[in-house]
């Protein structure tokens, strides 16, 4: 005989106190081998379990670009349809402390399977817009399309009145819910709370500006490439492909509007790459002129050295210790017109080295990449509290062992695309307090706070210079 499923029960009305929200899932959920599921190729149905799979593997410790790689074969969704499960994917990482806690008010008991309550998030995340934006679909589509998966499905399919239920009462009982939801900071901020305690601590006077910045979208810059063509010339280019962009750099051109790699003029030919406008800084902190031996460490998926050999004509090694992100390091040297050596080692490690002193060395540490978080909302539900302490531990041995391959007088450029102390100026200062080092200018830490002149991801800079002794 088969075990009954068990039933969720709907909550007669809305809690006076806001409730806990739930903690991460245990276990990686993903769909039935060999499970096709029985909706339309083009439907927002479809849509729906592409993206309720993707946020099911991420609260289950999978990036989210690893999991929408996943989430597009078991769908076979069509590239239409994969745009669609991207885009709620996204939404929905960037409003899930907001819906998991709008959601644990309306059950009495988390969702299971956890597949379940990653469709109902996914729901909610279009639905319930913050600052009353137009919701990307009709509220009552998205309410039958989500109905419609979990009825497909044979592991929610028990749930399919349960889910009807939860979306129709919130759309009744909107402005309560949502009243009430916000009492949580986990839900106003749509950060763990270890996460915002930690932004607070460090910028007690601009966190909320810098949490707000993270929830929204980026924009896409472009770093020009000046072996190519000029700043003033790609700015006509794109002004005759009726592509408006503004120059916020040296070599950065910010977009009006983000538009697919596919369609941006002259970029398959190398003019151009894709590069935040913060992150455009370090090449030309590094001072790289021609004939330089220059280090580029840690150094996947390649937008610094790139640049770096834009600007000089030097003898760089990348080193990086994934090997497949390595390949994406050459694919970009490739398409830029540009060569490197690559190696795949740890940069912790001597082993790679040939003996031979560098002229100059960046590093982009491994971090808690805190400061990206609105390219990468998953960041913020994959990280811990504990991760940026052995994190820092890890990226202050690449920095000793690094320091010993830096000619007298080169200079080392350390940089770290974290907002917290401890990974960025904490770590610089013990740094240069072990090894004597002379800091140069930089910019230290920046802060994404919004608007046009802070348009950038929050990374850190420290450059520093080893004495001719």
């Known amino acids: 005989m088969t075990a009954k499923r068990p039933t969720l029960s709907i909550k007669p009305s809305a809690p006076k106190a806001p409730p806990r929200v739930r903690a991460s899932y245990e276990v990686k959920p993903v769909l039935q081998p060999g499970y096709l599921p029985q909706l339309k190729a083009d439907s927002l149905a479809l849509a729906l379990l592409g993206a309720a799979n993707a946020v099911s593997q991420v609260r289950a410790g999978v990036t989210l670009p690893q999991a929408l790689t996943t989430a597009f074969g078991v769908t076979q969704a069509t590239p239409q349809t994969r745009g669609a499960i991207q885009d709620i994917a996204y939404r929905t990482m960037r409003q899930l402390g907001r819906s998991e806690t709008l959601l644990g008010l309306m059950t009495s008991k988390a969702p299971e399977p956890p597949m379940l309550a990653s469709l109902l998030c996914c729901a909610l995340a279009l639905i319930d817009t913050p600052?009353?934006?137009?919701?990307?679909?009709?509220?009552?589509?998205?309410?039958?399309?989500?109905?419609?998966?979990?009825?497909?499905?044979?592991?929610?399919a028990h749930a399919k009145g349960m889910v009807n239920a939860v979306l129709r009462r919130f759309l009744r009982e909107r402005e309560e819910l949502v009243k009430t939801a916000l009492l949580q900071p986990v839900a106003q901020w749509n950060y763990p709370q270890w996460w915002i305690d930690t932004a607070k601590a460090a910028y007690p006077h601009n966190w909320q500006a810098i949490l707000a910045a993270?929830?929204?979208?980026?924009?896409?810059?472009?770093?020009?490439?000046?072996?190519?063509?000029?700043?003033?010339?790609?700015?006509?280019?794109?002004?005759?492909?009726?592509?408006?962009?503004?120059?916020?750099?040296?070599?950065?051109?910010?977009?009006?509007?983000?538009?697919?790699?596919?369609?941006?003029?002259?970029?398959?030919?190398?003019?151009?790459?894709?590069?935040?406008?913060?992150?455009?800084?370090?090449?030309?902190?590094?001072?790289?002129?021609?004939?330089?031996?220059?280090?580029?460490?840690?150094?996947?998926?390649?937008?610094?050295?790139?640049?770096?050999?834009?600007?000089?004509?030097?003898?760089?090694?990348?080193?990086?210790?994934?090997?497949?992100?390595?390949?994406?390091?050459?694919?970009?040297l490739q398409r830029l017109g540009l060569t490197a050596t690559l190696k795949a080692f740890e940069a912790q490690t001597k082993v790679w080295w040939d003996g031979e002193p560098f002229d100059r060395i960046l590093t982009d540490v491994p971090c808690t990449a805190s400061g990206i978080v609105r390219r990468h909302p998953d960041i913020r539900w994959l990280r811990r509290k504990g991760d940026a302490l052995q994190l820092a531990t890890l990226s202050s041995k690449i920095l000793d062992n690094l320091w010993q391959m830096l000619r007298p007088n080169g200079k080392l450029l350390f940089v770290t695309c974290s907002l917290w102390p401890q990974e960025s100026e904490a770590q610089a200062a013990a740094f240069a307090a072990r090894h004597g080092a002379i800091r140069l200018d930089a910019p230290g830490q920046l802060l994404p706070t919004g608007g046009a002149e802070e348009d950038h991801d929050g990374l850190f800079y420290a450059l520093f210079q080893k004495s001719a002794a």
């Open 131 to 156: 600052d009353g934006a137009k919701p990307p679909y009709e509220e009552f589509t998205v309410v039958d399309q989500t109905v419609t998966v979990a009825a497909s499905h044979p592991d929610m």
């Open 214 to 332: 993270g929830n929204e979208q980026p924009p896409l810059t472009l770093r020009v490439n000046v072996r190519k063509t000029t700043v003033e010339a790609y700015l006509q280019t794109l002004q005759d492909a009726g592509i408006g962009a503004t120059r916020i750099g040296p070599s950065a051109v910010r977009l009006d509007k983000a538009i697919g790699v596919n369609l941006i003029p002259g970029f398959d030919a190398g003019l151009c790459s894709v590069q935040d406008a913060g992150a455009q800084l370090a090449a030309p902190l590094l001072d790289v002129h021609d004939g330089m031996r220059v280090l580029d460490a840690c150094a996947a998926p390649g937008g610094k050295t790139g640049h770096v050999l834009e600007l000089a004509d030097v003898d760089l090694t990348a080193v990086d210790a994934d090997p497949k992100r390595l390949v994406r390091v050459e694919e970009n």
